[in-house]
């Protein structure tokens, strides 16, 4: 971010002239006079004759964005200008296309759609995401120029109001970050976060950054004193290179510390060193193994955190050779090892990957817009659930798995073989019943989670079909997407048909089915909907003399008092004489459950969430979920309390107890436990080597009181080093 702010600072002292003029030199593929003409036409139309000093200023920063620090040339700035253009003046594509061609007319197209999607000011929680997402499947640049004009606005976002920064942070982190993570534009991606942080919590963003800033000096002597035997080696054996560092950023270093549960103080890999080779050609992975080993020789690497993606890059184009080794002072620090051309891939992502590739397209890239526009073409899928499944397919980690034939597949870590299947084609998803894993014997389930390297020889079977569970084993937006289809078309197959069986009996019993009997019906088995109702039909649920037997009864049952719904407590309760909880005033008599992802217990501070289906969800208020529901669905949140008496009910809850190995673990903690009798162990699992072990316990306690006093009880075992509730996972 410092770099990126020193260049805007150069860039921003020169006169309009002199910024120009760079603006040209930087596009990589201005090289005839006919393209320089074209970019000055196209210049002479965006500022037209009422465009002032700080139009053209702004204008020419972004074009610098998309050619400096994206790597975009002729075309995609031709675009921003004509982008700007089409904003004060009425052009029409007649006039665009002849003049500059189709493919900018059809990338200033998907621009100018976005441009209208944005005038409703609401893009994360309305179907306007889709349409987006649409527009930017269309050409990637459409993507990246887009990505320039909004970094630029953060960039400019520290004089803009409160709200309007709230706004651009929340937009950043559910729209543009992920897209520049999954088009390998980390620099900028790192930079959207930290300005993201900067905007949604100041006061936690300026915290960090000030004792990032306190510790530079050490941190840059620590450096130093690394890198010095490593740089004398590789000097002596002739290898021509650089070394460049970057620290983490603050968003980065909260999110290590949020998940770790440690302070800024115990985190100690904050930053990683890069040696970069000057070398192209078939000797480039060699030559990094050879760094590498000159690295590992000097320093013990940790073999678990070795990261091979020069053999194997990642589906964005990223390749690097990653480690972490025990430097000076026994610190981790983390390695990066690459060439030229890897950096610059890494720095610009598919911008620079097409460059090297010959300016041609990427199978890769191409692919992932393909899928991306097949899943948003689809009307079946809510648009919040399009979301969180875009997200989880751009997550970081990667992993690599082959087809029989040897043919590369590249998932989200974490995919299931049912994802495996359905990246090949969606009817070898919908009849897969298993699968084969490198040509062992036994067969794997679909739920079966990929590992790097696994061949995979699905197997299917005509008479299987997705069911509901399926959407609890997929990962990928592909695979979910498709499951939900067959649900709801499958769904809609059902009702149709058990209607019309109800329809034949009441027309052989000489009885009218009318709106009202419906009502009767589903009041009567409690469906909240008709089409509910017609499905349980379909499925055999409901005996048809017995329907016949109420609706004949008369209006007995719509006499008799309604049943309260019955509250839902999601562990085992010792005694429950009363509810302990107070729900929102504006929510009576409705269920509820108290969420498994952070598992609440009597005493924390705890707020509910209307799910859909399923009542309201009770969350602890500092559930990483329920702080990511608050953001997307405010209007659902409800407030929620407990009373002053909390019963005699027992919550479970979950810990993570980590520490070296001694004798008798096991024993010991469940002695802890045992000392007090309110107190139930459900289950501890506990993995141990190398000499350490971590484990989850489950207990059923009254009471965050007591719960404490078992967390002071265990951390007294000998050999244990912490534990901590389980604060979250991804179902909320």
């Known amino acids: 971010m410092e770099e990126d702010s020193r260049r805007e600072e150069a860039v921003g002292t020169l006169s309009i002239p002199s910024r120009y003029r760079a603006l040209l030199k930087s596009c990589k593929n201005l090289v005839t006079r006919e393209d320089t003409r074209l970019v000055r036409l196209a210049f002479e139309m965006a500022i037209g004759k009422e465009a002032g000093e700080a139009d053209i200023s702004r204008l020419i920063d972004i074009a610098m964005i998309v050619t400096a620090e994206i790597g975009l040339g002729r075309t995609s700035v031709i675009c921003v200008l004509l982008h700007k253009a089409l904003v004060a003046t009425p052009f029409t594509d007649p006039e665009i296309r002849p003049l500059f061609g189709d493919k900018v007319a059809q990338i200033v197209k998907g621009l100018q759609e976005i441009d209208r999607l944005y005038a409703s000011r609401q893009i994360v929680d309305s179907d306007n995401f889709r349409k987006l997402l649409l527009s930017f499947a269309e050409d990637v640049r459409v993507q990246l120029v887009f990505l320039a004009e909004k970094l630029y606005e953060l960039r400019r976002a520290d004089d803009r109001g409160r709200e309007e920064q709230s706004r651009l ?72 290179f650089k070394t460049k560092y970057r620290t983490k950023t603050v968003a980065s270093i909260l999110n290590k510390m949020r998940k770790s549960q440690v302070e800024f ?27 590498y080993s000159i690295v590992t020789d000097k320093y013990t690497p940790n073999p678990r955190r070795l990261r091979d993606w020069i053999s194997v890059p990642k589906s964005n184009g990223y390749e690097s050779l990653q480690t972490t080794v025990l430097g000076p002072g026994n610190r981790w620090v983390e390695v990066q090892i690459r060439t030229e051309r890897m950096d610059e891939i890494a720095e ?142 499958n769904s809609h197959a059902r009702a149709t048909l058990g209607r019309e069986m109800l329809l034949r009996r009441f027309k052989n019993w000489k009885m009218e089915l009318t709106d009202e009997v419906i009502r009767r019906l589903q009041q009567h088995y409690k469906y909240k909907f008709a089409v509910d109702f017609y499905q349980a039909l379909a499925d055999g649920k409901h005996d048809l003399a017995e329907i016949k037997e109420f609706v004949t009864r008369g209006d007995e049952e719509e006499k008799a008092p309604p049943v309260a719904p019955r509250r839902e407590i999601d562990v085992t309760p010792v005694t429950q004489t009363e509810d302990v909880l107070l729900i929102d005033r504006d929510v009576d008599n409705v269920a509820y459950k108290f969420a498994r992802c952070c598992n609440p217990v009597f005493g924390d501070k705890i707020t509910g969430f209307v799910s859909i289906g399923e009542g309201i969800k009770i969350h602890r208020e500092q559930c990483k979920n329920v702080m990511d529901l608050r953001n997307r669905y405010p209007y659902r949140i409800v407030k929620a309390s407990w009373t002053s008496s909390e019963g005699e009910t027992s919550y479970q809850t979950v810990l993570k107890i980590t520490g070296s190995e001694h004798a008798n673990m096991m024993t010991r903690i469940s002695e ?14 506990v993995h141990s080597g190398e000499g350490t072990f971590d484990g989850e316990i489950t207990v059923l306690v009254p009471n965050t009181e007591q719960l404490s006093q078992l967390i002071s009880r265990l951390k007294r075992i000998p050999g244990v080093t912490r534990v901590m509730r389980r604060d979250s996972v991804t179902d909320s």
């Not at 992920?178 to 919590?201: V, W």
């Not at 890999?269 to 990094?288: H, M, N, Q, S, Y």
């Not at 084609?425 to 084969?436: E, P, Q």
């Not at 000392?675 to 459900?682: F, G, I, T, V």
Request: with cysteine.
């Open 169 to 240: 942070a929340r937009e950043a982190n559910y729209i543009y970050i992920p897209f520049t993570h999954r088009l390998g534009l980390y620099n900028i991606k790192s930079e959207m976060e930290d300005r993201a942080l900067r905007f949604s919590d100041p006061a936690l963003y300026h915290a960090i950054a000030g004792k990032l800033e306190g510790s530079k000096d050490a941190r840059e002597r620590y450096i130093a004193e690394f890198i010095a035997p490593v740089v004398a080696e590789m000097e002596r054996r002739g290898i021509r």
């Open 265 to 291: 103080e115990e985190i100690y890999d904050i930053f990683a060193v890069r040696f970069i080779i000057d070398t192209l050609g078939p000797e480039e992975k060699a030559d990094c193994w050879r760094v």
């Open 348 to 489: 610009k992502g598919f911008a620079a990957h097409w460059k090297y590739k010959g300016g041609g397209s990427d199978k890769a890239i191409e692919n992932w817009l393909l899928e991306l526009r097949e899943i948003l073409e689809s009307r079946d899928v809510e648009t919040m659930d399009l979301l969180d499944d875009i997200k989880i397919n751009v997550q970081d980690k990667e992993v690599h798995v082959f087809t029989p034939a040897g043919d590369l597949k590249t998932l989200p870590a974490g995919a299931t073989l049912l994802d495996f299947a359905y990246s090949i084609h969606t009817a070898v998803g919908s009849r897969c019943i298993g699968g084969k894993v490198n040509n062992e014997k036994r067969n794997e389930t679909l739920r079966y989670v990929l590992k790097n390297g696994d061949q995979i020889t699905i197997l299917t079977s005509n008479a299987q079909q997705p069911s509901v569970d399926w959407l609890n084993i997929a990962v990928t937006s592909k695979a979910r997407n498709k499951i939900r289809q067959f649900l709801t078309e």
């Open 672 to 685: 802890a436990i045992a000392k007090d009798a309110r107190l139930m162990l459900r289950g501890l699992v």
